[in-house]
């Protein structure tokens, strides 16, 4: 397993979640790009937010900004998506994902074929 995710739950509209994603060394540092995906029931996968792992530089989902912000740690392999002021159209499971080169972000966040190695998943449950 590259990624591991934690942090889901359930939580009231309104709340805070933060997800992380725990990579072997070795992904994360050939890693060029982090992605954090979801898929709701009935839904197609979409991108939620994408983060350049070099320099930082990020793309949300338009229904996340402002609310969603991902970041990384890399002395700890590990990069985070903080989510506040969740609703319910935020409910969904979360994967990370990881991608070995970089074009454009926000292409490499609408179609997620560029990443290679994918976490788990996390069931995030926002309740009205």
């Known amino acids: 397993v590259q990624l591991v995710e934690s942090g889901g739950g359930s939580v009231q509209a309104g709340g805070s979640l933060r997800l992380s994603c725990a990579a072997k060394?070795?992904?994360?540092?050939?890693?060029?790009?982090m992605g954090w995906f979801r898929q709701a029931p009935g839904k197609e996968r979409e991108g939620v937010a994408c983060l350049n792992k070099r320099d930082a530089r990020t793309y949300y989902l338009d229904s996340v900004k402002g609310r969603f912000t991902v970041s990384r740690d890399n002395t700890k392999n590990t990069a985070y998506l903080q989510m506040s002021l969740l609703n319910p159209e935020d409910t969904a499971v979360y994967y990370c994902?990881?991608?070995?080169?970089?074009?454009?972000?926000?292409?490499?966040?609408?179609?997620?074929?560029?990443?290679?190695?994918w976490g788990q998943g996390a069931q995030v449950t926002v309740s009205a």
């Open positions: 060394e070795r992904t994360f540092r050939s890693t060029y790009a």
């Open positions: 994902a990881a991608a070995p080169f970089l074009v454009r972000l926000e292409s490499m966040c609408t179609d997620s074929s560029a990443f290679m190695a």
